[in-house]
């Protein structure tokens, strides 16, 4: 299955009845980046940006993230688009050089754009970099852990100000959907970008309500669960009535059960982790997108995630 999945990891994923589906990499690094193209990655859909600097003890110059930026952009080339996410610390991923007060529930603390939000300088630096950078390629930026719609209208104020301090053009903005409020209110909210990309890791666990590291519930922690699944139905129906597009960046979108459902649910683009690209795309050729769109309605009334999982395997 592997070596036949590389030899046509360069290919795209068009199901037999002749459906696209973008098959991008979630990456962390340059690095990953040479990685990710090697693997057949047609873009990235998430940079981790968070990752590149864990382990600075002082914030990077604009220059020096800047050129980061560039950098990934020059490997990935103007025809793979590259969403970077802006920092997503807090909860947990701590950032050596941004000491956050301790919290009792740090996943329910200021983590990701709240910390944008509340620090404003240091996002707006990271958003100057990637603009900066911009000519480099086609990037696309994206907030996390977005759970309303007036946080969109910050950042987006605070973008459209250093694209107009810059002299940039229009640059794609999206959002990451991985909180429910965010998905409950996805009709509000796809008004005001140009994409989403769902999160299924912390969808799944601010949904189901378990840690999505705890040691003794990880057989909890599953995005097919018709909760999360209902979830991202209703992401993708919103999206397509402004006419937008749904990613998903999350775990699901590298799980090989998870993909026919999926597709069904009307998802444009898969992030997977970069080893396992070929074998996303091998997965999508082998699907027929109607007889995906009968699985996803039947596992949407599926009562557990298990169910789901029997109900695909039996597909
Ligand atoms: C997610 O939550 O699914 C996601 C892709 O973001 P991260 O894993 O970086 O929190
Ligand atoms: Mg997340």
Redesign the pocket.
């Known amino acids: 299955h592997r070596e036949a999945a590389l030899a046509l990891a360069h290919q795209p994923a068009i199901t037999n009845d002749g459906h696209r589906v973008e098959v991008v990499a979630n990456i962390g690094s340059a690095d990953d980046a040479v990685k990710a193209v090697e693997m057949g990655a047609e873009g990235v859909g998430l940079l981790r940006s968070e990752f590149l600097y864990m382990e600075r003890t002082e914030e990077p110059s604009v220059a020096e993230q800047a050129r980061v930026y560039e950098q990934i952009l020059n490997i990935m080339g103007h025809e793979r688009p590259v969403i970077v996410r802006t920092m ?1 610390v807090g909860g947990d991923k701590p950032l050596a050089y941004l000491p956050l007060p301790q919290e009792e529930n740090p996943f329910l603390g200021e983590r990701g754009v709240r910390i944008g939000i509340n620090r404003p300088a240091i996002l707006r630096k990271q958003v100057r970099a990637i603009l900066r950078a911009a000519g480099a390629g086609h990037v696309r930026i994206m907030f ?1 852990m977005i759970s309303s719609l007036n946080e969109i209208q910050v950042v987006k104020k605070l973008v459209h100000e250093e694209q107009a301090r810059l002299g940039i053009e229009k640059v794609e903005l999206g959002i ?1 959907i ?1 909180v429910p409020s965010a998905a409950l209110m996805a009709d509000l909210l796809a008004k005001e970008v140009d994409f989403f990309s769902i ?1 299924t ?2 969808l799944t666990q601010y949904t189901l309500a378990v840690d999505r590291g705890h040691p003794k519930l990880t057989a909890m922690v599953d995005g097919l669960h018709p909760a999360v699944l209902r979830l991202i139905d209703m992401t993708v129906k919103a999206a397509e009535r402004e006419g937008k597009w749904v990613g998903v960046c999350g775990g699901l979108a590298s799980d090989l059960e998870a993909v026919p459902v999926l597709v069904g649910l009307g998802i444009h683009e898969l992030s997977a982790s970069v080893p396992i690209i070929p074998e996303v795309k091998a997965r999508v050729r082998g699907l027929n997108r109607y007889e995906c769109s009968q699985l996803a309605e039947a596992a949407l009334e599926q009562s557990s995630a298990e169910a789901v999982r029997k109900l695909v395997r039996l597909a």
């Open positions: 997503d996390p990451m991985e999160g890791n912390d």
